[in-house]
């Protein structure tokens, strides 16, 4: 039902007896993230142990490939594709030996120049496996003549261009890196073990730090370069601060967990304040405010508290579909809609209604559920979308429609309330969606709405 893809979740972690087990769990919560691959890669003495495959983490780790993933250390990563075909050959880590030594690389986030480094390389005789943009940084980490990965890390961050948090294992540390302009999430926690020690974790999201016991301690930041070996903590920079940051808005509007700290805010709390925001831009008289679950159920809260219109949860969503199921023979009606949400005619009939989602892309599932909520006897239907119109397609490590595919480039607001036939329809504003996260446009990367790209696009342009 969704348009938009998830990106990339990252995980790390050092000096922990049950490294591999910690990093199944981290990656198990953030799953949202990408259902497409997962994978980990250990380090044992010095050693590297992988075990990757395709589909959900729950499927691709059994308990046996988890006990052969010994050592005290593991990356790991679960995938969509944004740059790269979905194959084996994509699946992450990303592992190599190197003059220094053996390294795997975890990567969140996309390279804008991959193109050109990869068209270098291998112009300059250097052999590609995947066609994944991750494998440039392997490619110019292993031409590097240093023995130390920091200093390799530092200078190949002058030639690559774009979003990146990397997870990266070496024989003998764990690093985390965040591009200069911040676009995708990186957070440090720290784990008590019962043995008195310390262990330390990486992860694209705060809800992993939750699960195994994690204590949050703050952002990587920008820019920065953050490492743990057998003599603790260190961080260098690869960068200068920069003026401007661009730390994507769309974790906050929809990718991250709404359980998650993300750019140091709750991400519950910033989409119940677009719910808020939302209605003072365009409240309307109404019976009701129900969430498309459960998307807008944080929005919905907050446009009904402001507004004072009763939440319902008028919409349920059945959170037991899996990845296929058996179609009916004879044609239903909406099916794809109906398998996985139904709408409650004893609340919906006669009522004018607010219905509240997180985003609209291509409207054809928005008019799919409107139609429902019509057919359970609603009297009104307004839409009301928590973000602002969808305009542009993302480089930056989401894999999101074509611009073609996007409702919102080619037509005006009413028409697209025409075409999911609702009675009214309004987004929230770019204005308020930096109210509602506390930032400025400055701060945010805000491409998919406002169309300004921070960087560069090195070719990928033409698909505007």
């Not at 990757?52 to 995938?79: C, N, Q, W, Y």
């Not at 008195?196 to 204590?215: H, M, N, R």
């Not at 949050?216 to 260190?234: A, K, S, T």
């Not at 602002?388 to 996007?406: E, H, I, N, R």
């Amino acid at each position: 039902m969704r348009a938009w893809h998830d990106k990339c979740a990252v995980f790390g972690i050092w000096n922990d007896p049950e490294a591999s087990r910690m990093a199944y769990l981290g990656l198990y919560a953030q799953q949202h993230r990408g259902q497409e691959s997962a994978g980990i890669v250990s380090l044992n003495q010095g050693k590297q142990i992988a075990h990757k495959g395709m589909g959900l983490v729950g499927d691709v780790f059994p308990a046996e490939s988890l006990d052969r993933l010994e050592g005290t250390a593991a990356i790991g990563h679960t995938r969509y594709s944004t740059t790269g075909a979905s194959s084996q050959l994509n699946i992450q880590p990303l592992t190599a030996d190197l003059f220094s030594g053996p390294v795997a690389v975890a990567h969140n986030g996309n390279l804008v120049n991959a193109h050109e480094i990869r068209q270098k390389l291998q112009e300059q005789g250097a052999i590609f496996h995947a066609t994944n943009d991750t494998e440039c940084l392997l490619h110019l980490l292993a031409r590097n003549p240093s023995r130390d990965i920091i200093r390799c890390l530092q200078e190949a961050s002058q030639e690559i261009v774009g979003a990146y948090s990397f997870a990266i294992l070496t024989h003998d540390r764990l690093v985390g890196v965040r591009d200069p302009l911040g676009f995708r999430p990186l957070v440090l926690g720290r784990r008590k073990l019962e043995n008195g020690g310390t262990s330390f974790v990486l992860a694209s999201e705060t809800c992993a730090f939750d699960l195994i016991g994690a204590q949050y301690i703050r952002e990587i930041e920008p820019g920065e370069i953050w490492w743990v070996d057998e003599n603790g903590e260190h961080s260098a920079r690869i960068a200068l601060k920069s003026d401007r940051l661009a730390k994507c808005v769309f974790e906050q509007v929809y990718f991250a967990r709404p359980d998650s700290k993300v750019f140091s805010l709750s991400v519950y709390e910033s989409r119940k304040k677009m719910g808020e925001i939302l209605s003072q831009e365009s409240g309307i008289d109404a019976d009701m405010v129900i969430p498309v679950p459960d998307s807008g159920v944080p929005a919905s809260i907050g446009y009904a508290k402001q507004s004072g219109i009763p939440f319902e949860l008028g919409i349920i969503r059945n959170h037991y579909i899996g990845r296929t199921f058996i179609q009916p023979s004879q044609s239903i009606r909406s099916f794809g809609v109906k398998i996985k949400l139904n709408p409650q005619s004893e609340i919906l009939k006669g009522k004018r209604v607010i219905v509240i989602d997180d985003s609209l892309v291509r409207g054809t599932t928005s008019q799919k559920i409107i139609r429902l909520i019509r057919q359970a006897g609603a009297k009104e239907v307004h839409f009301r979308i928590a973000s602002p119109p969808t305009t542009g397609p993302c480089f930056y490590g989401v894999d999101t429609p074509a611009k073609s595919q996007l409702i919102a480039a080619h037509q005006s607001v009413d028409e697209i309330r025409k075409f999911i036939e609702a009675d009214s329809l309004a987004y929230l504003s770019i204005e308020g969606m930096m109210r509602a996260v506390s930032g400025t446009s400055s701060e945010f990367c805000a491409a998919c709405f406002d169309g300004k790209y921070p960087t560069p696009l090195f070719g990928l342009e033409k698909e505007l």
